[in-house]
C-alpha cells in the first residue's frame, strides 16, 4: 500500500515550465463550489496543500510536521512520512527533514542485499580479498598463489608477497597460508652454540606454522604429559619449548620431533626434520 501511495504521489509533481523557469507550477482543478475549472498553483517543497484553490481563492499551503517531507513541488493532501531510524548496522547520510526523505546505508564492514545490511564475507587463510566490499556488494575473495599467502580470516586483507631471505640465511618455502621462513641454523655445524641456535630457529619455526588454536593446544597437552617437572604444568608452550628444546642441547631437537609426532603433527614433523636435522657427534 505505501508503495502503491508513493507511486500516485509521484505522479502529482511536475517540474517548472521551460517557458518560464520562475513561474509557480500548476495543475487543473475543478472549483468546489461552481464546478468551474481553475488553475491552481502547485505548493512548494516541505509543504502540501492544505486546501485547493477556487475561482476566487488562491491554494493555501501548510508546511510538513516533523518526520514529514514533499520533496517537489506537488499538491498532495498530506506529505509522505520519512523512513525508520536507522538501524544498528547503518548509518545515515541523509536526515530527516521537510524537503528530504531520511536516506540510511550499510555501515562499514556490511552490504546492502535485498534492503538487508549483512557482514562482509570473511576470507578464509590461504586466500585474500580481491575486490574490495563496500556498503553496495560483498567481498570476492580469492586463493593465494605463486608466491602468495595469506596467514589471517580477513574481510579486507589481500594475499601478500612471500618475504625474500638475507644471503646468508635458509629460505624454508612458504605455503598459501604462511609465508617463507627466513632461517639462521647451520644445518651441517657440530657448534654448540650453532646447535642451540638451529634449536631456537626450530621452535620458532613451529610456532610459526601451527595452528594457534587446535594443534597449539594439542602439542601443549602432549609435551607437559611427557615432563617429569611439576612446574611445567603452568607453562606456555613458547615457554615451554625454550625449557625442553632450546636449553637441552643435546637432545632439544629430538623431544621436539617426538612431540610433534606424539601430538599427530606428522607433515609439520617432516618439514623439521627436513630443516633442522638431528646432529650426531
Known sequence: MFLLYVAVFLT???????????????????????GEAVTCEKCPPGTYVGSHCSKHERTVCRPCTESQYTEYWNYVEECLLCDYPCSEVQEEVHGCNGTHNRVCRCKEGYYN????????????PGEGVKIAGTWERDVVCAPCEGCFFS?????VAACQQHSVCGAHQTAIPGTSTHDTFCSSCKIN????QDVKVCSQEAVRFVLARLNPERQSARLLRVLKRASVQS???RLLLPELLDLLVVQNNTSGLNVLLDGLDRARLHRLRETVSKWFPVQSK
Do not use: M, R
Open 113 to 124: 542485499t535485498l534492503d538487508f545490511c549483512l557482514k562482509h564475507s570473511v576470507c578464509s
Open 189 to 192: 655445524s657440530l657448534d654448540q
Open 12 to 34: 502529482t509533481l511536475s517540474t517548472v515550465p521551460c517557458s518560464s523557469q520562475h513561474s509557480t507550477p500548476t495543475y487543473p482543478w475543478e472549483d468546489a463550489d461552481t
Open 151 to 155: 596467514n589471517v580470516s580477513s574481510s
Open 231 to 233: 612446574g611445567h604444568s
